[in-house]
């Protein structure tokens, strides 16, 4: 095999291609989903639902939800979009700025969707319902502020004291500077806000719902903007846009086309082989000898060409990637899935030109040039 | 059949039928013994049926009619796994063009005649380099065979018939690709090694200077064997 360097570069150069090619689609695509996933299963959610404001005048702070001004509207309407079809749970959401500070309210019972989660305390406590002037604060922001557990800490008529430091990672959409009880976020604001808030955190039963539950929400409530993952991902990431079916899809395209083309250049090994093959039969091989002897170049061949197209594809996943948080570059599954479609690819491509060398006769073979 | 008898070749007949739908006997009713350790050569011109009857002998191919029983077995009856093992274990070729596999150095090339068997990696190469040692080519071990002269590749193949310690030794034209030194050195190393380990060795050729080397000398036209033959040699 390591005489015949042509032939094996070639077909180890098409393991090499489709190995590669499947790592980094289906990596790549893994971490598209990834990353437009994160922003909301960081807080558990399926969809956001804002009504969008134009820009607001800055000196009363104004109602934001991800960077995007909004207006608020009545908490009460929660129970009225959980009873649209799919709707697992709405939860509502205050969230404002006034100047740098970002403030939220919200309600510390939800504990499964919520713009701040008890994971997150990394100091002191979670908030209760009972709650009505203590505040959780990001942990950067009381750092740069010399701020600590029971540092008393304002917002615009509100007046808190903090319980406990968070760490929000900045893949939260809802990231926020200060976190209290909706109620007191409500009264903490210039004008009366009771009963009122700005974001709706929507959960579904089932994701693949969601651009349905979307649809259902626009012709229900007029002016409401759902924003779904793919929403927020469309206008954040700049990896390739590609789903993980559609990378699969491609990748065992291209097995087949490298499965055809490893079958000709076998085929076309083992009809230059045919004299050898007869050499062996006449000197005592068996078939099943020269088939194995086959197979084995092929898995060396499919072996060494996976495992640098896992390389190669790890590489390559790293330069698209390499920039971005929270995504696997060297997921080994996918390594292991490429790896074994390599060798996979190889067998079926070797089966062919293996059984074609095993029938031939050892007179006819030793005839042929 | 005799004790000592370890050929015996009884009405062989091979046939080909082409495609015009002629039919060429290549081995025609042939009947032949040959006992155990004798060198046996076989002249005849070209298309008279010297391979044939060799192939049929080997087990490389299968005779139409009649049978050939080798070492006591007919090997026109065995089935494919046990033609296999009468061709690696009773039988040693060496072609006229000693079709060595030119991607493989010497001892590979005899290594590969070894591989089929249950022999460890290390006792393999060993083997094999005795083998070489044997037949003066000590110093040509790891050269593949573009890079040896024509009696040293026939002698690669020598030694990789050897290998598996065969009954019989069949040498299609061994010398026909050599010069008549080089050739009457092969066909001296084909007879020790037969004469040393007691093999039966039927060749078949033109070269004059084989009548040296061998005990019987057989004349072969038209597929059977003369028994008033014109010697084409003299």
Known sequence: MRRRKHRTIVNVIGFIIVVATLVTLVSTARAWDTSTSQPLKQIGTDLILIYSAPVVPSGTGCFIANHLFSFPFEQSSM?????????????PILMHRMGAVVFVGFDPEEKETNAILPNNIVEGRYLTSEDTNAAIVDYEYAKLNNLTIGSPINYIKGKFQIVGLANIDAANILKSHIYVNLPAGQNALPENNTGLVNVALISVYDPRDVPKVSQELIDKWAGATPIAATDLAASTSNVLKINEQTAWNISIIVAV???LFTIRTQVS???????????LKAIGWSKSNIVNQIFIESAIQTGVGGLIGCIIGVGLTWYLLGSMSGVTIADPLILAAGFLLAL????????????KAAKLSPTEALRAI | ??????????????TYHLKTGEQIHAVNNLNLTIPQGEFCTIIGASGSGKTTLLNLIGG????????VIVDGEDISKLNERDTVKFRREKVGFVFQSFNLIQTLTATENIEAALAPSEMADSERINHALTLL????LKSRINHLPNELSAGEQQR??????????PKILLLDEPTGNLDTATGKEIMKICHCASKQNGQTVLAVTHASYVKEFTDRLLYMQDGKIQTNPVDPIN
């Open chain 1, 79 to 91: 129970t009225e979009i959980q009873q649209v079809e799919g709707i697992k749970n709405a939860v």
């Open chain 1, 257 to 259: 086309v490298t499965v």
């Open chain 1, 269 to 279: 090994t083992v009809s230059e082989r045919t004299h050898e093959i007869g050499i």
């Open chain 1, 344 to 355: 996979i690819s190889g067998i079926v491509a070797s089966a062919y030109p293996a059984w």
């Open chain 2, 1 to 14: 059949m005799q004790k000592n008898i370890i050929i015996q070749l009884d009405q062989l007949t091979k």
């Open chain 2, 60 to 67: 490389l191919d299968k005779p139409t009619s009649g049978s």
């Open chain 2, 133 to 136: 040692e044997s037949v003066g």
């Open chain 2, 156 to 165: 690669v193949a020598i030694a990789r018939a050897l290998a598996n310690k």
